[in-house]
């Protein structure tokens, strides 16, 4: 990760009230495709209703990023780029998409937090922003990630 002076006091910050923490910064990233998206996931994030999210086990592999790993710490990124929260991945499953269960999509917190809901909120998802030319597919792969909030700012 390139260095960014915001992020690396974002993280001593963090670090200073969680010693436990590893030395490095993790990633910092943004939830959602627009500014508006992640800024509106992110306050789910901050008020405890989002523990989960799904990524394109496609996209994963057309960026060449690495797959979440339990024990992951990201700094979660507000629309403008702010970093606003720490959270730690507890739990990664790859799941296909007509397989994702209902814990999973409330879990996500968006929408009414159904299935149904989820469904649709992420096949759109991937059908419109999707990193990899495959898009969206009804048993794609799905990287469903759960994660608990280790610090909101």
């Not at 923490?21 to 509106?40: K, M, Q, R, V």
């Not at 990524?55 to 024990?71: F, I, M, N, R, V």
């Not at 296909?96 to 209902?102: C, E, N, S, T």
């Not at 990287?143 to 909030?149: A, I, K, Q, S």
């Amino acid at each position: 990760m390139p260095e960014n002076p915001e992020i690396d006091a974002y993280w001593r910050a963090v670090r200073a009230a969680h010693p436990e923490l590893p030395d490095a910064a993790p990633e910092a990233w943004g939830f959602g495709a627009t500014p508006e998206h992640a800024d509106s996931l992110l306050e789910l994030v901050l008020a405890g209703v989002k523990t989960g999210t799904a990524s394109s086990l496609w996209d994963y592999e057309a960026t060449g990023d690495p797959l979440p790993q339990e024990g992951d710490c990201s700094i979660i990124l507000d629309g403008a780029g702010t970093p606003r929260a720490v959270i730690q991945t507890t739990s990664v499953r790859i799941v296909p998409f007509d397989q994702v269960g209902a814990d999973h999509a409330r879990a996500e917190g968006e929408g009414d937090r159904t299935l149904r809901a989820w469904r649709e909120i992420h096949e759109q998802y991937w059908r419109e922003n999707s990193e990899n030319p495959r898009g969206y597919e009804p048993d794609m792969p799905v990287v469903c990630e759960l994660f608990r909030l280790v610090h909101p700012s």
